[in-house]
């Protein structure tokens, strides 16, 4: 029987839109973001990811000069999740362009509420502030909508979020940083000791001369996957899917990688996960055969 293809999964279709989106293809984005909407909703996902999709397709509206579906889309976001900055600073945007400065500064005063170090909802209050005065005089102020109160957990989340997309960005400087010569070969050494003790299933020993090598040379792909096969010998399996993310943060269409993430979720019984693992594999190498047996054995468990 031929090999059944299936559709693609909302993550996909969201990084499907994703790239529309930072390439121009705004219309192409809207188009994919209501397909990811339309499978979230079927596959009853929670709020957070369907709050997601809204502000992203609302950020295609607002660049594709639909402010009003951009509204829209911002209000049903904060609906799901309230006082998300994203669809804030969006709506009050799109606000701003259909005049309706009044709900502009509510939403721009709200974001800074969150945190008052962001530069376009302070600039966009004092545009508000300045457009409010020239139309409505001194008492400007008298005629606004209430600006509701954010909760100080509200705030607390964003400034943790905030904290750790920082780690993030220094995780991510680690990978790009070159490491000196003298590191590269000693890295390369201990990983070829590795090596031979995966030879000789000696798997937790291999496990930690490439532990020692990644101290040196952090950006060395086969390394990650290299450890990853140790750790599914040893059925340490989220182990696994840390160094398959690590190395896909370097490669995202790498092979192994994907392949053992994919083993490691089986494991796990995160079905779901294994499934998307394999599908985004076969995109690469459609003719792998691992792959393809893997993922017919994960669809007759789902």
Known sequence: MPHKRCSPSWTELKKAGNECFKTGQY??????????????????????????????RAASYLKDGNCGECVKDCTVSLDLVPFGI???????????ALERYRLAYVDYKTALQID???PAAQDGTNRMTKCLTEVDGHSWR?????IPIVPMAVKENFSQA??????????????????????????LCLKEEGNALV?????????EKYT???????????????????Y???????????????????????????YRQAQAHKELKDYKACVEDLNILLKVEPKNTAAQNLLLKVQNKK
């Open 27 to 56: 219309g192409e984005a809207v188009c994919l973001y209501s397909q990811a909407i339309k499978e979230v909703e079927r596959s009853g996902k929670n709020s957070e990811d369907l709050s997601i999709l809204h502000s992203n």
């Open 86 to 96: 994203k669809p804030l600073l969006r709506r009050g945007a799109a606000y701003e």
């Open 116 to 118: 008052c170090h962001i």
């Open 142 to 146: 008298e005629k606004l909508p209430p």
């Open 162 to 187: 905030t904290c750790q997309m920082a780690q993030h960005k220094c995780t991510r400087e680690k990978y790009t940083s070159v490491p000196g010569e003298d590191a590269i070969k000693k890295a």
């Open 199 to 207: 030879k000789k299933a000696e798997y937790k020993k291999a496990i």
């Open 212 to 230: 020692q090598s990644l101290k040196h040379n952090p950006s060395e792909i086969t390394t990650y996957t290299n450890r990853a096969l140790c």
């Open 232 to 258: 599914l010998s040893v059925k340490m399996y989220k182990e696994v899917v840390r160094d398959c993310e690590e190395a896909l943060q370097l490669d995202s269409a790498n092979i192994k990688a994907l």
